[in-house]
Structure formats: C-alpha cells, structure tokens
C-alpha cells in the first residue's frame, strides 16, 4: 500500500455569520494584484442563492468535474484529451467576466477636490455595478434570484413552491484540493499539479500557457485566468504558511472560527476506483474509503515506508478533520458527484431546521420538536442533500440529529441539570464522547482547531530561505502593462 | 544589396529567432503564454480564432510542402505540375482565405472591444502589422493566379539558405510581390520571439499520452519545465 498525506479543511457551517472576513483577507494575500481583481480564491456565498460565479453549479452548461462513460470508465465531462485539445483555440464552455462580475473602484480623488458645498462629497463608482460576486448576499433567494440557483431548480416543482418557507445559510468556499482533481486532468501542459508531500494542489506560472482549460475542468470553479499575464491562478492553501506550521489566512481570520485544518493519509491507488463508483449515493463511503486511519498499526507501518515522517503520521493521528468525518461522522464533502474526491469538508448546518421549527410557532430548543423536524423537513434537508451528499437526505439526516442532540445533551449540562445518557445514546454515542465533540465545536482552541506539522526541509537538499516563492526575475522586456 | 537581402538578412532574422527564443524561455517563462482575452469577449473570439488557426495551420503546412520538397520530387511521385498548381492554388487559395478572414474577426475585435483593446501589449501590435501584411501579400500571389514557378526561383533559394550556400540569383528573379512576402516574413521571424506567437511552440501534445493526474513533489517542483 502506497500512502500520501493530504492537508484537508472542514468547515462548521452553523458558525458561519458571512462576515466575508475570509475572503478579504485571503483578497490581500493573494489577489490584490492586476488581472486577478475579479477572483476571489475564498468567496462566501448565500445559499440557496446563485453562487460564484453565478450558476457554477450547473455543469450541464458549464462541464465541470468528471463523470461516467455508458460502459463505467471515469471521464472528464468537459470531453475527451483529443477534444481539448482541439478546442484549445476556443474554450466553448468557459465563463466570461459578467459571469463572476466587472471589478469596479470609486472616484476617490472627489473625496479631496470635490468643492466646499453643504453636501457631503461622494466617491462614485467609476463603472456601473449591476453584478458582483456576492450580490444575493443574504438574500436567501429573493424569488428572482433563487430561481437560477441550480440546485434549486433540478428540486422538483412543488419543493420549490414551498420554497416560501424560506431557510439561509452562509457558504464559504475556497479550492477543495480535490484527491482526483480534474483541474489538473484537464490542463493539457500539465502545469497544475498536486503535491505528493501535503496534497495541495498548485499552477505551474512558468509552464501554464494560458489554454484555460483547467478553469472549466473544475466544477467548482476556482482556477481563475489572470487576464494581464494570462496565466492561470487558485487557491494555494497558503502553502507558504502551511509549511511553517501557520493555518491559512481564511482559517486564522475566521471570525466564527469555523475552520478546521489537519492532515489526513490517502492511499492514491484506490482513488481512481473510487472516483468511479457507479451509485451517487455511494461515492461518500467511497471517498472515505481512499483515507486510511491512522491509528491502523498497519497504515502506520505503510506510511513510514512510503516516506512520510513520523511527525506527520502523529499530526494524522491528532488530526480535528479526520474526528470529524470518522469519530464524530459530521463533515460531509460538497458536492461528491463532482467525483473529484474533494478535501474541504462541511459539517451541515442546523439553522435551517431550527428556523423553520421557530417559525412555525414551537421551541426551537426542544430537542423533541428538532428531531420531529429532522425527520419531517423535506425541503431545507433535500436541499443540503444536493449540496452534501449527491442527494441522499439520510446521511444529513444522520448528521443533523446529532446535532441536535449535542444542543439537548449540553442543554442539561448547561443548565447545572444531570446529563441524559440516553441522548447521545439515541444516536450511537457515548456522555463523553458527545462532550469532546461538543468542545472540538463549540470552544476548542486553536492548537485543537489546526493540527499541522511543519513541512520537511532536511532532505531537501537545497539550502532554503524559509520562502518556496520563487524570487522573480525582472526584465525590462517584454512586460506585461500594470494598470 | 541583393547580397544583402537574400543572404545576409535571413541569417540576422534566424539567429534573432533562435537566441530570442532561447532568451525567452531562460528568462520570461511567466510571459511564454498564448495571453487568452476570452474572459473579455467570447463571440467574436469563437469565430475568428478556430478560423484562423485552421488557416494558419494548413498555410504553415503549404509552405513546408511547397519550399521544401523540391518539383523533381512532385513529379517522380507522379504529380503533374498542372495538378500541382491547382492543388496549391486550391488548398492554399482556401487556407488564405480562412486566415484572412479569421485575423480580419481577431484585428477588428483586438481594435473595437474596449477591455480586449486595453489588454494588447506593444508586441500585439508589432505582430498584428507584420502578420496582417505577409498574410495580405502571399494571398494576393496565391489568388491572382500570377504564373511564376515559385518553385523555380524562390524554394531553391529558401533551401539553399539552410545549406549554408544562399542561392541570390534564384530569389532576385522571382517578382517583387514574392520578394516583399519573403522580407516581410523574415522580419516577422525576427520578432517571433518577442511576442505572444511563441505560444505556438507550446502546443502540448504530450496531453495525449500523459496520465491525467500530475503528482510533483514541493522540491522538484521549482521552475520545472515540461514542454
Ligand atoms: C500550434 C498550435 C497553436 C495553438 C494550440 C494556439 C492556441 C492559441 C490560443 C489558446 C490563443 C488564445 C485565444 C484566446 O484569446 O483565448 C491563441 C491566440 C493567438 N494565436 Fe495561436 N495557437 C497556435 C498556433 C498559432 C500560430 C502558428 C499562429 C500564427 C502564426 C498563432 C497566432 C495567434 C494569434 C495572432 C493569437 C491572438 C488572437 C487574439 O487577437 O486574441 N497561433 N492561440
Ligand atoms: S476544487 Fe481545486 S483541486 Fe479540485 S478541481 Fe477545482 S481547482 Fe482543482
Ligand atoms: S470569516 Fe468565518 S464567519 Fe466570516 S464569512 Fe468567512 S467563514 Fe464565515
């Protein structure tokens, strides 16, 4: 058995307040330059709501991601290596600008020179703003903007009538540094790449040669074409950091410190089957099993030989993101029928559910009406199913009640009352167990939250100066025009 | 001056071409890039480029046959002159005409898309003028049914510039239209390098055996070249 390690991210959406603070920050270190205004490596997104960019989700129209052959073989739904490369001249399935959004600034200047007057000076916009990356911000689908939401529309008729029953809830996103990642499948100059050593998954600037097909190989659309250099860029998953041991900006930023970061171990050899499976609703199992555990003495032993340091398999073990998709089967991957076996993980949200059990009259904190409403809510739980789990509402379901009985078992705690052991019982958990879970959640620290070894430079050969960015070679020709 | 022209000028152009190319690679790889504008605009991009392209190609193709393989060649192969001829002016004629239209679509948009407009690079310019003129100029040959024998006058030379030995004679017979299309062409070699023609020698058809997934590791990764 081969072993890899991989950096791997969840998110715990019920702690999301879409602050946007993630994506700003991650604006700062990474894309504040020119050609990439319009990118947003991180986007916080309101769901249902279109997304970014707008109906991304929607891979009949745009062909990202894989899918299967009649006879069961994995394809790139984008189309076969001959067909990429014969539409290498013109990319048929690529977004324009409108479809993320014209970047726009402000007449800051009027601030300072605009006349003396009675009324305050403005700074306008210097180009009308009709679209943004999150222009449904909390919107939770204002009728004419949910109505494009694809996951919305491929429900069935009457779930979107009921749809005034309205539920939201905050989606953050960044590159899921896929195990089967078809960004680097499609590139036909092989310029993205995943890194054996943590799994991130990086462009190549001095190779990319601005075919853009990596920007439709990925169904979530964060590889973006710098227009200025014409080169391709994504999220890095702050290597630079992540190698020092630092957790990426979004994470250290988040203000619901939501963001959980650790290491996971993958055997790559089965990543191919796994991608394949046939049923869509057993691709989560499947994905699952491509990561090994890492208490497994035959895993350790596995790992070691493969060439990964002791330190790391120890981090694996310490790993917040492996306890919550295996110990405490929380995280969920968005969208495993994309079937690029994606690394950033979700823990559903709850608020949906006790929104529509307060809406309608009951207690919200009873954990007998959430149940109730776990099990009778079609539309917020087919919702999240098409998010999470290709559809199938039972593994939400799952999730979701042991939410719900984290809240009542905590409840009780909270409350100075005795713990009732039979709560987490009802969902196959131990008193204690339920009260980890409910710390790694609610209040751990950030040393529980990130669990990430420092990247090995021993044998590296090369003396390093503690920076993997390349130093740039500056020439007085040809340059490419900074605006 | 023919001298000059005929044998001191190409070797000016391909070293040009040569060194800059090596320049290029070594020193500006984040600028060896085919520069994709379709994020600005895709319509008028769907039409012209596959055109041109297409044209471009089967020209490149044209000339290797036509400058290369010599008439005795045709001939032993057991193809006329006369059905030589019109295939050239036929498949050429044809090429010609899908890269003229094609830049025409790319020139118009490059000039009237506003965000396509202020993306262009000084180079973009420079290769448009050169491109646009050695494309006007061989089509007008190609299409006026002129009866010259380039492959009497012009190929001999073009061949004899790579064996070292310039033939000056051969070329400074041939019309002055060949000649312009020749000099212009040579001073497009020359500035190949510069621009965002170097995407050209990028085509990666190694996409076509390669496995999908690309696994490097942190340390083999820095500054690695593939194609
Ligand atoms: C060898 C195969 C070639 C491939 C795969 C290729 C591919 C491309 C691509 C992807 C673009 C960018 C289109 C966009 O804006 O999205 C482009 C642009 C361009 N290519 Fe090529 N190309 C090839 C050969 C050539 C050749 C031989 C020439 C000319 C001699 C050429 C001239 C151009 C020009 C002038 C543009 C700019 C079009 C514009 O105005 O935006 N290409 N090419
Ligand atoms: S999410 Fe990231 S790794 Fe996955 S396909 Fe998209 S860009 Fe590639
Ligand atoms: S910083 Fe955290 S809480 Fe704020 S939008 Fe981003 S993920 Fe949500």
């Given at each position: 058995m081969r072993v890899l390690a991989q950096m791997a991210m969840v998110m715990?959406?019920?702690?999301?307040?879409?602050?946007h603070t993630c994506s700003v920050t991650c604006k700062q270190a990474w894309?504040?330059?020119?050609?990439?205004?319009?990118?947003?490596?991180n986007n916080v997104e309101t769901r249902p709501g279109q997304g970014y960019p707008r109906t991304y989700e929607d891979q009949d129209r745009w062909r990202g991601g894989w899918t299967l052959t009649r006879r069961g073989r994995l394809k790139l739904r984008s189309g076969s290596r001959l067909r990429k490369l014969a539409t290498l001249f013109f990319n048929p399935h690529l977004p324009a600008l409108s479809d993320y959004y014209e970047p726009w600034t402000y007449d800051y200047q009027n601030l300072i020179t605009?006349?003396?007057?009675d009324d305050l000076p403005t700074a306008k916009p210097t180009a009308p703003i009709?679209?943004?990356?999150?222009?449904?911000?909390?919107?939770?689908?204002g009728p004419e903007l949910a109505q494009h939401d694809p996951i919305l529309k491929a429900m069935s008729e009457r779930i979107r009538l009921e749809f005034e029953q309205a539920f939201m809830f905050y989606l953050p996103r960044i590159?899921?540094?896929?195990?089967?990642p078809s960004c680097v499948a499609s590139c036909p100059s092989g310029a993205i790449y995943k890194r054996t050593e943590d799994g991130i998954v990086l462009v190549d600037s001095d190779t990319?040669?601005?075919?853009?097909s990596c920007v439709t190989g990925c169904p979530y659309k964060k590889v973006f074409l710098n227009?200025?250099?014409g080169k391709a860029e994504k999220c890095t998953f702050c290597f630079p950091r992540i190698e020092l041991g630092m957790p990426t900006v979004c994470a250290q930023t988040c203000v619901g410190r939501l963001r959980y970061i650790g290491v996971v171990l993958y055997d790559p050899d089965r990543v191919l089957e796994a991608a394949s499976v046939r049923d869509e609703h057993s691709l989560i199992d499947a994905q699952k099993q491509?990561?090994?555990?890492?208490?497994?003495p035959s895993v350790i032993e596995a790992a070691l030989r493969s060439g990964i340091p002791q330190d790391w398999v120890v981090a694996a073990q310490r790993s917040p993101v492996y306890s919550l998709i295996?110990?405490?089967?929380l995280a969920l991957p968005l969208h495993?029928?994309?079937?690029?076996?994606?690394?950033?993980w979700y823990i559903p949200p709850l608020s949906p559910v006790v929104d529509a059990v307060r809406d309608t009259g009951?207690?919200?904190?009873d954990a007998a009406n959430l149940f109730a409403a776990v099990e009778a809510l079609r539309i917020p739980i087919g919702y999240l199913a098409s998010l999470f789990?290709?559809?199938?509402p039972a593994p939400v379901r799952e999730v979701l009640r042991r939410l719900v009985a984290m809240r009542a078992f905590m409840r009780d705690i909270n409350l100075g009352r005795d713990p009732d052991e039979s709560i987490p019982a009802s969902v196959g958990m131990t008193g204690s167990q339920m009260y980890d879970m409910y710390r790694l959640l609610a209040i751990a620290k950030a040393e529980d939250r990130y669990v990430i070894p420092h990247a090995h430079?021993?044998?590296?050969g090369a003396p390093n100066?503690?920076?993997?960015v390349p130093t740039p070679v500056s020439l007085p020709f040809p340059k490419v025009r900074q605006s | 001056m023919n001298t000059a022209l005929w044998a001191v000028l190409p070797y000016l152009a391909l070293t040009t071409f040569a060194g800059g190319l090596v320049w290029r690679y070594r020193y500006d790889k984040l600028g060896w890039?085919?520069?994709?504008?379709q994020l600005h605009e895709r319509r008028l991009l769907g039409l012209g480029s596959p055109l041109f392209h297409g044209g471009i190609l089967l020209t490149a193709l044209g000339h290797a046959t036509g400058l290369l393989i010599p008439a005795g060649v045709t001939r032993a192969l057991g193809m006329s002159d006369g059905v030589y001829k019109a295939m050239a002016v036929g498949v050429g004629g044809l090429a010609g005409l899908m890269t003229l239209a094609g830049l025409a679509i790319l020139v118009f948009r490059r000039l009237t898309v506003r965000a396509v407009l202020r993306a262009s690079l000084a180079s973009d310019l420079v290769m448009y003028v050169l491109l646009g003129s050695t494309i006007l100029i061989g089509l007008a040959i190609t299409l006026?049914?002129?009866?010259?024998?380039?492959?009497?006058s012009v190929a001999p030379w073009f061949r004899s510039v790579f064996a070292f030995q310039p033939a000056v004679d051969a070329i400074a017979k041939a019309p002055w239209a060949f000649q312009l299309h020749a000099l212009i062409a040579w001073t497009l070699i020359a500035a190949w390098p510069f621009t965002?023609?170097?995407?050209?020698?990028?085509?990666?058809?190694g996409y076509l055996a390669r496995p999908y997934i690309v696994y490097r590791s942190r340390e083999a990764s820095r500054g690695q070249a593939l194609d």
């Amino acid at each position: 058995m081969r072993v890899l390690a991989q950096m791997a991210m969840v998110m715990n959406l019920d702690k999301c307040i879409g602050c946007h603070t993630c994506s700003v920050t991650c604006k700062q270190a990474w894309t504040n330059r020119g050609g990439v205004e319009y990118a947003w490596f991180n986007n916080v997104e309101t769901r249902p709501g279109q997304g970014y960019p707008r109906t991304y989700e929607d891979q009949d129209r745009w062909r990202g991601g894989w899918t299967l052959t009649r006879r069961g073989r994995l394809k790139l739904r984008s189309g076969s290596r001959l067909r990429k490369l014969a539409t290498l001249f013109f990319n048929p399935h690529l977004p324009a600008l409108s479809d993320y959004y014209e970047p726009w600034t402000y007449d800051y200047q009027n601030l300072i020179t605009a006349p003396a007057g009675d009324d305050l000076p403005t700074a306008k916009p210097t180009a009308p703003i009709t679209w943004s990356a999150n222009w449904d911000d909390s919107l939770a689908g204002g009728p004419e903007l949910a109505q494009h939401d694809p996951i919305l529309k491929a429900m069935s008729e009457r779930i979107r009538l009921e749809f005034e029953q309205a539920f939201m809830f905050y989606l953050p996103r960044i590159c899921e540094h896929c195990l089967n990642p078809s960004c680097v499948a499609s590139c036909p100059s092989g310029a993205i790449y995943k890194r054996t050593e943590d799994g991130i998954v990086l462009v190549d600037s001095d190779t990319c040669r601005s075919w853009r097909s990596c920007v439709t190989g990925c169904p979530y659309k964060k590889v973006f074409l710098n227009h200025q250099t014409g080169k391709a860029e994504k999220c890095t998953f702050c290597f630079p950091r992540i190698e020092l041991g630092m957790p990426t900006v979004c994470a250290q930023t988040c203000v619901g410190r939501l963001r959980y970061i650790g290491v996971v171990l993958y055997d790559p050899d089965r990543v191919l089957e796994a991608a394949s499976v046939r049923d869509e609703h057993s691709l989560i199992d499947a994905q699952k099993q491509v990561l090994l555990d890492p208490h497994d003495p035959s895993v350790i032993e596995a790992a070691l030989r493969s060439g990964i340091p002791q330190d790391w398999v120890v981090a694996a073990q310490r790993s917040p993101v492996y306890s919550l998709i295996f110990d405490y089967q929380l995280a969920l991957p968005l969208h495993p029928e994309y079937r690029t076996l994606p690394m950033v993980w979700y823990i559903p949200p709850l608020s949906p559910v006790v929104d529509a059990v307060r809406d309608t009259g009951f207690d919200g904190e009873d954990a007998a009406n959430l149940f109730a409403a776990v099990e009778a809510l079609r539309i917020p739980i087919g919702y999240l199913a098409s998010l999470f789990t290709a559809g199938d509402p039972a593994p939400v379901r799952e999730v979701l009640r042991r939410l719900v009985a984290m809240r009542a078992f905590m409840r009780d705690i909270n409350l100075g009352r005795d713990p009732d052991e039979s709560i987490p019982a009802s969902v196959g958990m131990t008193g204690s167990q339920m009260y980890d879970m409910y710390r790694l959640l609610a209040i751990a620290k950030a040393e529980d939250r990130y669990v990430i070894p420092h990247a090995h430079r021993e044998d590296a050969g090369a003396p390093n100066d503690g920076c993997s960015v390349p130093t740039p070679v500056s020439l007085p020709f040809p340059k490419v025009r900074q605006s | 001056m023919n001298t000059a022209l005929w044998a001191v000028l190409p070797y000016l152009a391909l070293t040009t071409f040569a060194g800059g190319l090596v320049w290029r690679y070594r020193y500006d790889k984040l600028g060896w890039t085919a520069r994709s504008s379709q994020l600005h605009e895709r319509r008028l991009l769907g039409l012209g480029s596959p055109l041109f392209h297409g044209g471009i190609l089967l020209t490149a193709l044209g000339h290797a046959t036509g400058l290369l393989i010599p008439a005795g060649v045709t001939r032993a192969l057991g193809m006329s002159d006369g059905v030589y001829k019109a295939m050239a002016v036929g498949v050429g004629g044809l090429a010609g005409l899908m890269t003229l239209a094609g830049l025409a679509i790319l020139v118009f948009r490059r000039l009237t898309v506003r965000a396509v407009l202020r993306a262009s690079l000084a180079s973009d310019l420079v290769m448009y003028v050169l491109l646009g003129s050695t494309i006007l100029i061989g089509l007008a040959i190609t299409l006026s049914g002129n009866g010259h024998d380039y492959r009497a006058s012009v190929a001999p030379w073009f061949r004899s510039v790579f064996a070292f030995q310039p033939a000056v004679d051969a070329i400074a017979k041939a019309p002055w239209a060949f000649q312009l299309h020749a000099l212009i062409a040579w001073t497009l070699i020359a500035a190949w390098p510069f621009t965002r023609l170097v995407h050209a020698f990028s085509l990666p058809l190694g996409y076509l055996a390669r496995p999908y997934i690309v696994y490097r590791s942190r340390e083999a990764s820095r500054g690695q070249a593939l194609d």
